[in-house]
């Protein structure tokens, strides 16, 4: 059993940039792949950035990409998601996601989940 616990959401001018953490515990995070999702209002959970359990590979979602980069401390047992130059539709909860071995782009493929952080982007 994985424990996953994001923290750094906040309220965030258009163009400001923050930082989510997510904490884990429980059996070794160095074999857990790595996922962040995130559900605005209204919306589906869409993927936003996923990496391996080295961190040597990482994949963003089209609409993150140059602005948002996901990194892990396996020292620390953490995952990061720093998101820079935000806009209004960067507004949701996100959440973090462990899957073993392999990461993935679908929801379904991740076995664990933290509870979310709110992210909000004012115009």
């Known amino acids: 059993q994985v424990q996953l616990v994001e923290s750094g959401g906040g309220l965030v001018q258009t163009g400001g940039s923050l930082r989510l953490s997510c904490a884990t515990s429980g059996r070794t995070f160095s074999m857990y792949a790595m996922g962040w999702f995130r559900q605005g209002p209204g919306k589906e959970r869409e993927f936003v950035a996923r990496i391996s359990r080295s961190g040597d590979s990482t994949y963003y979602a089209d609409s993150v990409k140059g602005r948002f980069t996901i990194s892990r401390d396996n020292a620390k047992n953490t995952v990061y998601l720093q998101m820079n130059n935000l806009k209004p539709e960067d507004t949701a909860v996100y959440f973090c996601?462990?899957?073993?071995?392999?990461?993935?782009?679908?929801?379904?493929?991740?076995?664990?989940w933290g509870q979310g952080t709110q992210v909000t982007v004012s115009s």
């Open positions: 996601a462990a899957r073993p071995l392999l990461g993935g782009m679908r929801s379904s493929d991740y076995d664990y």
